[in-house]
């Protein structure tokens, strides 16, 4: 199998690409006009508590968005060489962690997102915005997971191919007279 997966992933990249480049190169929105950046941008330029606040509280904002986009690039690296893998495992496991890490990410992420948007602290997706994006990369990990458990399957022998069924077959039939007594 492993190109759904291979597609899901390279999805997954494009998606992250955009908040990796906003954070490291654009950290106070100076691309704002992009239309790259049509739907907002999480560039910390953009919260008004970071354009507000002194010095000492933007270079700790400034630090931990450095720190996220360094992280989802890592993560986008590592989720690259589990796509790109031969081993049925590490491609299974690559989907699973994935599902998992997509769905606790965006479960805790929840509550900050509304609070921010609802005292309109910044200007990005609406909520069912974000719920439907949300919904549709944990669908697209969950079939990636699915794609991927009939190859880890046959890989532990715990699922044998059809071929390989009539291949054992056949050779059961040609062998049966030769191990018997009276040849």
Known sequence: ????????????????????????????????????????????????????????IRRLVDFFAVWVASHKFMMVMFVLVGAYSSDAHTRLFTCITMLLGSSVYFWQQAGIYDSIYSRQEHDTMTSSQL?????GIVIMWIAATV???????QANGWLSTSNNNQESVHANDTNKGRNSKYD
């Not at 759904?4 to 992933?9: G, Y």
């Not at 719920?131 to 919904?135: K, P």
């Not at 794609?147 to 399957?153: A, D, G, I, Q, V």
């Open 147 to 153: 794609s991927e458990c009939l190859p880890f399957l």
């Open 1 to 56: 199998m492993g190109n759904f997966l291979k597609i899901c992933v390279w999805i997954f990249v494009i998606l992250e690409t955009n908040p990796i480049v906003q954070l490291w190169f654009d950290r106070m929105n100076d691309w704002a006009d992009s239309p790259m950046f049509e739907h907002g941008s999480l560039a910390p330029g953009t919260f008004q508590a970071h354009l507000q606040g002194d010095d000492s």
């Open 131 to 135: 719920a439907l994006t949300v919904a």
